[in-house]
């Protein structure tokens, strides 16, 4: 069974194809992603509108490119490669509202016009799902990393991106529980705003993780959240810690004095200072509550997902501590992708859920696991 998957929830367009290689294995025979991060940079965080705008744009050339990737060979007539697509997967939510419709809309004329069944799809479990990719074509198999085997059930998923931070326990496919969640902020989020404080570019978690690497991680003391709920998270203390550090390490006691103006007075190695203490703590905070987790419902795999698993840290951290081997998957699935997208169809398909009508399907911008 080969899938389409669609993603646009973000400022990333993207398509790939996903296809069952028989013994628990989904092998990757496309990935394609574009992105507006280059039209919002200057904005420092995503614009609705130009994102999508940008997914209007973008979106018929990326699903046309992961299907070539996928099967175009020498002499095949481009229009017959929607043959060998079994169906059609699409992110309904969560996401921008806009953002979401592009892709829903085009995925339900598609599905439509191709006479393709249609499966719905939750962005958040469906990061989940990129771990479940452990094989791909030849072509793609020198670009990406992925694990030797899928995960096992029981399933403990930390998932970590720009709008979740929550501790899932997986029974089997579709049939879980949130043992946690952030109460305030997410973790992706607070790595985007001290970004900003520090006046590194956005998205804030690749370039704090490169500001930090000539740091010093105890050069800075930052408070971890005690949260009353066990498996509970929280980032908007510590978002406000670093604003204070920042503030004092150039002597400003006056905690009125604007964010935006710290960057410029800030050195090299205090900023560097300051983002690897920051990370060391936003991180530790989500592997003490892994562990354990860990320890109270001895899950048989552990998976991370959502674009904060790509943080090295995160990876450096858990892999220390938990005393069980972790496969990691490539970091360019662990960002927003449709890879995910249609690994998370396939195991509806094959879960026996149905697909949904092309003629009705509506996005849902809050949706929640
Ligand atoms: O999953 P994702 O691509 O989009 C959402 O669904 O939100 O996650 C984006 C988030 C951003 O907040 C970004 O700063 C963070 O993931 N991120 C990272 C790293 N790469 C991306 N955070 C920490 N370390 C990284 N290397
Ligand atoms: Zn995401």
Known sequence: MKILGIESSADETAAAVVEFAGQRRLRLLSNSVASSLDLQKVYGGIVPEIAARSHLESIIPVIDQALSQAFARPGLANRNLWSSIDAIAVTRGPGLGGSLLIGVLTARTLAILKNKPLYAVNHVEAHVYANFITSSSSSLSTIYQLPTTAPRFPILALIVSGGHTQLVLFEDHFKYQVLGRTQDDAVGEAFDKVAKILGLPYPGGPSVEIAGQNGDPTK???????????????????????????????????????????????????????????????????????IQAYDEFAPKSVVIAGGVAASKELRRQLSERLPTKIEYTDIKLCTDNAAMIAAHAYYQAKSGKKPVDPKALEISPGLQM
């Open 220 to 290: 800075v003391k930052l408070p971890k959240a005690k949260m009353p709920g066990k498996y509970d998270f929280s980032y908007s203390g510590l978002k406000t810690a670093v604003l204070r550090a920042g503030q004092s390490a150039i002597g400003e006691e006056d905690y009125s004095f604007p964010s935006y103006r710290l960057a410029s007075r800030l050195s090299e190695a205090q900023k560097a200072d300051i983002a690897a203490s920051f990370s060391y703590v936003a991180i530790e905070a989500l592997v003490d509550k892994t």
